[in-house]
């Protein structure tokens, strides 16, 4: 997946790269109901700074690796797999004057929670990496 961004700024071995999005995809998108950036106002992307990039540039950004599937694994896969183990594990539990419905509920949401804490840790692992998933190419020299 590619997107069009311009470079910003470049300081401290880093580069800003404003990401331009395409307003007609938001207004496709079945999630933007959801979305936090609902208006498509300014994306800045922050990356390790590379040769023969200057502030003022356009630039277009490529992701690699299928890195928005990983991601989305991480965010949700990884929970909901943990919460149907949860589940499956709550229903193994002999418990005779708490309704086994309740105690599959609760075993499933404190899977869902510690799904949802290695699924966090992983990707903060991920995103100090995101330099590997991430490519520039020099669209216009401004």
């Not at 700074?49 to 992701?63: H, N, Q």
């Amino acid at each position: 997946m590619s997107t069009k961004g311009i470079i910003k700024d470049k300081k401290d071995g880093k580069i800003y790269i404003e990401v331009i999005q395409d307003k007609t995809a938001c207004e496709s998108c079945a999630a933007r109901v959801f979305c936090s950036k609902s208006s498509c106002d300014e994306n800045l992307m922050i990356l390790d700074a590379r040769p023969g990039f200057e502030a003022g540039d356009d630039v277009i950004v490529e992701e690699s690796h299928n890195i928005l599937l990983k991601t989305s694994l991480l965010a949700y896969g990884i929970p909901l797999i943990f919460f149907i183990g949860g589940i499956l594990l709550g229903g193994l539990v002999p418990v005779q004057k708490i309704p086994s419905e309740l105690i599959r509920f609760a075993f499933g949401c404190l899977g869902l929670f510690g799904g949802a804490a290695i699924g966090h840790m992983l990707a903060k692992r991920l995103s100090r990496n995101i330099d590997r998933y991430v490519s520039l190419i020099l669209n216009n020299r401004q």
